[in-house]
């Protein structure tokens, strides 16, 4: 056995201190940005980034989806974190589009109209990136609900898939901050 120099020691401290810091870097990340009320969003539904939960409504929101909608996502193909949504996985950050009787939305063939513009990369797929097949909601024109439409990513699973959603489904509104 040899004896500990003072060299090992100082290294094997080193290390440990090493490993300290980044343990309380790991936690410490997201506390701060919890409590900073900041968000990582780090799925391809909306731009990579840091996002500011905001109130009221925003651009974005971050919706827990019902337990039926997250079923469906994983048999799509969808990789679902754990979060604090009631059904135990993370709230899924979306652009959001309110229908009304003065501005419907209309989701066609082609994908969704709002505003009489149509929203790029929103046309339904019938089979996901893994090859499962889809089932679209049905076409029409709609002037109420909350829609959660992503025209940043043809492959987005949102409401050309599931409708819209309830308003209360709704844990947080969000507005880009960072974003690649």
């Known amino acids: 056995m040899q004896p500990i120099t003072r060299n090992r020691f100082q290294l094997s401290g080193m290390r440990n201190a090493v490993l300290m810091f980044l343990a309380a870097l790991c936690l410490g990340i997201p506390l701060f940005l919890k409590s900073s009320h900041l968000r990582v969003n780090y799925t391809d539904s909306v731009p990579l980034g840091l996002y500011l939960e905001v109130r009221g409504p925003a651009e974005y929101a971050g919706l827990c989806l019902a337990q039926s909608t997250i079923e469906s996502a994983i048999k799509a193909g969808l990789e679902i974190a754990g979060g604090d949504c009631p059904t135990g996985v993370a709230p899924i950050l979306k652009p959001v589009f309110h229908a009304s009787a003065d501005n419907p939305i209309v989701y066609r063939q082609a994908g969704f109209f709002v505003s009489r513009k149509l929203l790029l990369n929103t ?34 699973f949102d409401s050309r898939y599931f409708g819209p959603v309830d308003p209360s489904t709704v844990r ?9």
């Open 172 to 180: 947080f509104y969000a507005k880009p901050v960072w974003t690649k």
């Open 123 to 156: 046309a339904p797929k019938e089979r996901s990136r893994t090859g499962t097949p889809l089932s679209h909601y049905p076409f029409g024109e709609y002037r109420s609900g909350l829609w959660a439409i992503s025209d940043y990513n043809r492959d987005s």
